[in-house]
């Protein structure tokens, strides 16, 4: 006879999590098949899989580290592995349940907590939610919740939540017309009771009874002319560095740009989903509120809005000749920035005319000159221009971009690529004090070596290559795969090489690029990825 649990310990919440893995599994084609909300691209039950399978590799690793981890780091990995996952807009609903249920079970682990759990959770959900709909995950995670109110003992109350998240199931397409039309239940909903049914099989040790069968599949409703059309083109997922004030703004800035809005996670990092027309603009608002990284993309089924290929031409702003001579051999526009005279937004707009293209990727390689960037951008559309500004705050983010910048691409999605790139590089640089003055990293003097890192003051000193080799360390101490060094004319002779050697001795996965800018350019800019 199965053994019955009396409260969750780690063994509990790890057998939970690869049970759900294992469930996930065997159902992952049959809910890609009923995914028609909120866009029919049958991934639902992928996107489920892959978000279950980072909680499972998460929880191993806290198993490797703690042969015994308590309940509330067992429960912490499996949600944090969630979160960094997560795939999709169940996927980063589903991160977000467990993320509510750990912050209750680490409190307690009996029924009456993981009935409190339970409802915490669905109610996280809906807050990251921005416009919530019923019949949807958020429906069955709220009849799950709701079920359990009572407490109990652990096995009862998994039981109940199970039963009640079944019954909501059933009742999802009464309550989403779309649901109703194409004859299937939610697909995200169903995978929520396949995880929930293995929470109940972890507890109890009895395997569940299969569920009814998943209903028409989404070939058969897709000819369906009701069925939900023009909807935005592009799904946009990132996992951002950001304070809770920042992602307040940006949950407002990008509802305005799209729908299908969820963002989960806390204590400074988020998981991003959205659906919108504009990814660029979405990849945007993530670089203006904190550090955007793990961008994912992905296009709609269906030709793009505005599907037209026209001449194509990217200018960026660069410091110093070398530089822009550099950037010029890539194929851009450049405008020189000469220290001390930033280009005024008259320039920028002499550029674009100067590149003789029907659309431009504007780079500004400069934090100081966003509001100049936009300026020249609308004064360019205005007259007719098709203008993209990526808001790259440096040079090495600007060359990130180029690098992967394809003009036989449609607009957008080179727009994406390039925003996503120059999303992705850390940037710092060494420079010369010209006056004592108080900074971050304490005073300095007149002729220090400065190394800033995104724009601040970490390091004060009179060895440039010291300096920079400090800096490196602390910006590949957050992890990278590609340093690019730019050199300028008045660093010394050995810096590139010197740093390059460190990067193989010490980073062993870490790759580097330099290149030789020559006059104007500061002695060193250095961008990781």
Same mark, same amino acid.
């Given at each position: 006879?199965? !053994?019955?649990? !009396?409260?969750?310990?780690?063994?509990?919440?790890?057998?939970?999590?690869?049970?759900?893995?294992?469930?996930?599994?065997?159902?992952?084609?049959?809910?890609?098949?009923?995914?028609?909300?909120?866009?029919?691209?049958?991934?639902?039950?992928?996107?489920?899989?892959?978000?279950?399978?980072?909680?499972?590799?998460?929880?191993?690793?806290?198993?490797?580290?703690?042969?015994?981890?308590? %309940?509330?780091?067992?429960?912490?990995?499996?949600?944090?592995?969630?979160?960094?996952?997560?795939?999709?807009?169940?996927?980063?609903?589903?991160? +977000?349940?467990?993320?509510?249920?750990?912050?209750?079970?680490?409190?307690?682990?009996?029924?009456?907590? &993981?009935?409190?759990? &339970?409802?915490?959770?669905?109610?996280?959900?809906?807050?990251?939610?921005?416009?919530?709909?019923?019949?949807?995950?958020?429906?069955?995670?709220?009849?799950?919740?709701?079920?359990?109110?009572?407490?109990?003992?652990?096995?009862?109350?998994?039981?109940?939540?199970?039963?009640?998240?079944?019954?909501?199931?059933?009742? %999802?397409? #009464?309550?989403?017309?779309?649901?109703?039309?194409?004859?299937? /239940?939610?697909?995200?909903?169903?995978?929520?009771?396949?995880?929930?049914?293995?929470?109940?099989?972890?507890?109890? #040790?009895?395997?569940?009874?299969?569920?009814?069968?998943?209903?028409?599949?989404?070939?058969?409703?897709?000819?369906?002319?009701?069925?939900?059309?023009?909807?935005?083109?592009? =799904?946009?997922?990132?996992?951002?560095?950001?304070?809770?004030?920042?992602?307040?703004?940006?949950?407002?800035?990008?509802?305005?740009?799209?729908?299908?809005?969820?963002?989960?996670?806390?204590?400074?990092?988020?998981?991003?989903?959205?659906?919108?027309?504009?990814?660029?603009?979405?990849?945007?608002?993530?670089?203006?509120? #904190?550090?955007?990284?793990?961008?994912?993309?992905?296009?709609?089924?269906?030709?793009?809005?505005?599907? =037209? +290929?026209?001449?194509?031409? /990217?200018?960026?702003?660069?410091?110093?000749?070398?530089?822009?001579?550099?950037?010029?051999?890539?194929?851009?526009?450049? /405008? &020189?920035?000469?220290?001390?005279?930033?280009?005024?937004?008259?320039?920028?707009?002499?550029?674009?005319?100067?590149?003789?293209?029907?659309?431009?990727?504007?780079?500004?390689?400069?934090?100081?000159?966003?509001?100049?960037?936009?300026?020249?951008?609308?004064?360019?559309?205005? =007259?007719?221009?098709?203008?993209?500004?990526?808001?790259?705050?440096?040079?090495?983010?600007?060359?990130?971009?180029?690098?992967?910048?394809?003009?036989?691409?449609?607009?957008?999605?080179?727009?994406?690529?390039?925003?996503?790139?120059?999303?992705?590089?850390?940037?710092?640089?060494?420079?010369?004090?010209?006056?004592?003055?108080?900074?971050?990293?304490?005073?300095?003097?007149?002729?220090?070596? &400065?190394?800033?890192?995104?724009?601040?003051?970490?390091?004060?000193? !009179?060895?440039?290559?010291?300096?920079?080799?400090?800096?490196?360390?602390?910006?590949?101490?957050?992890? #990278?795969?590609?340093?690019?060094?730019?050199?300028?004319?008045?660093?010394?002779?050995?810096?590139?090489?010197?740093?390059?050697?460190?990067?193989?001795?010490?980073?062993?996965?870490?790759?580097?690029?330099?290149?030789?800018?020559?006059?104007?350019?500061?002695?060193?800019?250095?961008?990781?990825?």
């Amino acid at each position: 006879m199965p !053994q019955t649990a !009396q409260t969750l310990d780690a063994a509990a919440v790890r057998s939970w999590c690869f049970l759900s893995l294992a469930a996930l599994g065997r159902e992952r084609e049959a809910i890609d098949a009923i995914n028609v909300y909120p866009v029919a691209d049958g991934d639902t039950g992928t996107n489920l899989y892959l978000t279950v399978e980072s909680a499972a590799r998460a929880l191993d690793a806290a198993f490797a580290e703690a042969a015994a981890p308590d %309940t509330p780091e067992a429960v912490r990995a499996m949600a944090r592995g969630a979160l960094l996952g997560a795939r999709g807009n169940s996927g980063t609903i589903l991160s +977000q349940l467990l993320r509510g249920m750990a912050s209750v079970l680490a409190a307690g682990r009996d029924g009456d907590h &993981l009935a409190r759990a &339970l409802t915490t959770a669905a109610d996280a959900a809906r807050q990251a939610v921005a416009h919530p709909v019923e019949g949807t995950i958020l429906s069955v995670a709220s009849a799950a919740a709701d079920a359990c109110a009572g407490g109990g003992d652990l096995v009862t109350v998994a039981r109940r939540a199970y039963e009640g998240a079944r019954t909501a199931l059933e009742a %999802t397409p #009464g309550q989403l017309a779309v649901l109703e039309r194409a004859g299937v /239940v939610d697909a995200g909903g169903r995978g929520l009771v396949m995880v929930l049914g293995a929470l109940v099989e972890a507890l109890s #040790g009895e395997a569940l009874s299969p569920l009814a069968a998943a209903h028409r599949p989404v070939a058969a409703a897709a000819a369906d002319p009701c069925a939900a059309e023009g909807g935005p083109a592009f =799904e946009v997922i990132y996992l951002l560095e950001a304070d809770d004030a920042a992602v307040d703004r940006l949950r407002g800035r990008l509802d305005a740009l799209g729908d299908s809005l969820v963002v989960v996670g806390g204590d400074g990092l988020w998981n991003v989903h959205v659906h919108v027309d504009d990814a660029g603009a979405a990849v945007e608002a993530g670089v203006e509120a #904190g550090r955007p990284y793990r961008i994912r993309i992905t296009h709609f089924a269906g030709e793009p809005r505005r599907p =037209e +290929q026209v001449q194509r031409a /990217v200018v960026a702003v660069l410091p110093g000749d070398g530089l822009a001579g550099l950037c010029a051999q890539a194929g851009a526009t450049t /405008v &020189l920035a000469t220290p001390g005279e930033p280009p005024a937004s008259g320039d920028l707009v002499d550029a674009i005319h100067r590149a003789h293209a029907r659309e431009v990727v504007l780079l500004p390689n400069d934090a100081d000159l966003r509001h100049t960037a936009a300026a020249a951008a609308e004064q360019a559309r205005a =007259e007719g221009v098709r203008v993209a500004l990526i808001p790259t705050r440096a040079a090495v983010q600007g060359i990130a971009a180029l690098a992967v910048h394809e003009p036989d691409r449609r607009f957008d999605e080179d727009v994406v690529a390039m925003t996503a790139a120059a999303g992705a590089t850390r940037y710092a640089e060494l420079a010369v004090a010209e006056r004592q003055s108080f900074t971050s990293a304490g005073v300095c003097q007149a002729g220090d070596v &400065l190394g800033l890192i995104e724009g601040d003051v970490a390091v004060i000193g !009179q060895d440039p290559t010291e300096i920079a080799r400090t800096v490196l360390d602390r910006m590949l101490s957050a992890g #990278g795969e590609l340093v690019t060094l730019i050199v300028g004319e008045g660093a010394p002779a050995s810096l590139a090489d010197a740093l390059e050697s460190h990067v193989r001795r010490t980073y062993l996965a870490v790759d580097t690029t330099t290149y030789h800018a020559g006059p104007g350019a500061p002695p060193l800019l250095i961008g990781v990825e």
